[in-house]
């Protein structure tokens, strides 16, 4: 960190210049990512996100195509790569130069949806989701008008610079006009988007996201300020983020052991780490069902997961020795004492 950023932090401060702060505190964190310091980046990012923050609580628009997105305090880990370009996006934002529209894309799970959380926690803005389910209609002609309703309530927004508006899986509207198999209605929706975007106030902060870029209509994709892909995880990305997941859990079960290495072990068992979103959900889950005085039962239902997902009968006892499993971490994920480990691993006992 250069010294001119704690002198920026300590002048921004005193002047009260929120969105100035936020930037220089941003760059802060960029520069220990860069250097391999990610806690101490992701203390700072915790804190810009939990930050007492104001963000407008007696404005409620009436969005009839809309709904409104709790935000919360969680956050997804994510690669650097990934990291940087979320970084990006709010100096865009904050520098006001009209960048203003931006793409996800990426499979299920990859945090496309939990990164748009984590950008309007640090920006303070509302987050607005629009319901693909009241838009659509079978009616011909309707689903196009209520498309065009839904950027009139847009233009509406009393205070366009403190939302985001969200289309999650905008793939479900606006796919490939070309190969849509209903040429004319698709057609006619996804021209009138693409009309809508070219005049969007610059103000408004819109995010999209899919799941299917290849099926997207390529005159959408080129509306967009900027395209963010999420499919850029490493296995050591994976692993790491796994690790980062079970430190948040894990504080709340005061009874649960802490073995990082272990951990790591039996997450290694798999040929393919899923994505944060499910890796969450097989931790999380782990952690819950656990027997409350067993300290380590969590990890003995993690291995049990693990050996789900991958369609595996249980290893033995050699095979885990093999996988570089220590006496203590096979008593620990089996159950089986230590001595009748022993014994069976130098041939005194049959598997």
Wanted: charged share 30%; aromatic share 8%.
């Amino acid at each position: 960190m250069k010294k001119k950023n704690l002198i920026n932090l300590i002048r921004y401060h005193e002047e009260k210049n929120e969105a100035a702060f936020r930037t220089e505190a941003l760059e802060v964190a960029k520069y220990f990512y860069d250097t391999g310091d990610n806690l101490v980046a992701d203390y700072i990012m915790g804190l810009l996100s939990d930050a007492n923050v104001f963000i407008p609580q007696g404005e409620r628009f009436n969005l009839n195509f809309f709904q409104k997105v709790e935000i919360g305090n969680s956050r997804l880990p994510l690669p650097s790569d990934i990291t940087n370009d979320i970084y990006g996006i709010i100096n865009a934002v904050n520098h006001n130069v009209g960048i203003n529209k931006f793409l996800f894309e990426g499979p299920p799970g990859t945090g496309k949806t939990e990164s748009v959380k984590q950008i309007a926690r640090i920006l303070s803005r509302e987050l607005y989701s629009v319901d693909f389910s009241s838009i659509i209609d079978s009616k011909m002609g309707q689903t196009q008008k209520n498309m065009t309703e839904v950027f009139s309530e847009i233009k509406m927004l009393p205070n366009p610079d403190r939302v985001i508006i969200l289309f999650d899986e905008i793939d479900a509207i606006a796919m490939d006009r070309i190969n849509s198999r209903d040429i004319r209605e698709m057609g006619r929706v996804t021209s009138s988007i693409l009309k809508e975007l070219d005049n969007l106030d610059a103000r408004v902060l819109f995010v999209a996201t899919t799941n299917l870029y290849k099926n997207l209509d390529k005159a959408l994709t080129r509306r967009f300020d900027a395209i963010v892909n999420f499919d850029r995880y490493s296995r050591d990305d994976l692993l790491d983020i796994s690790e980062a997941i079970l430190n948040e859990y894990l504080p709340r079960f005061e009874k649960a052991g802490r073995d990082i290495k272990l951990f790591r072990k039996i997450m290694n068992l798999l040929t393919n780490i899923p994505y944060p979103g499910e890796l969450k959900n097989i931790i999380r889950t782990s952690l819950a069902f656990s027997e409350p005085n067993s300290e380590f039962d969590y990890l003995k239902r993690l291995y049990s997961a693990v050996l789900l997902q991958e369609k595996m009968k249980e290893l033995s006892i050699k095979e885990l020795k093999d996988k570089g499993f220590t006496v203590r971490d096979i008593e620990k994920i089996t159950g089986v004492p230590k001595s009748n480990i022993s014994r069976k691993l130098k041939g005194d006992g049959n598997e």
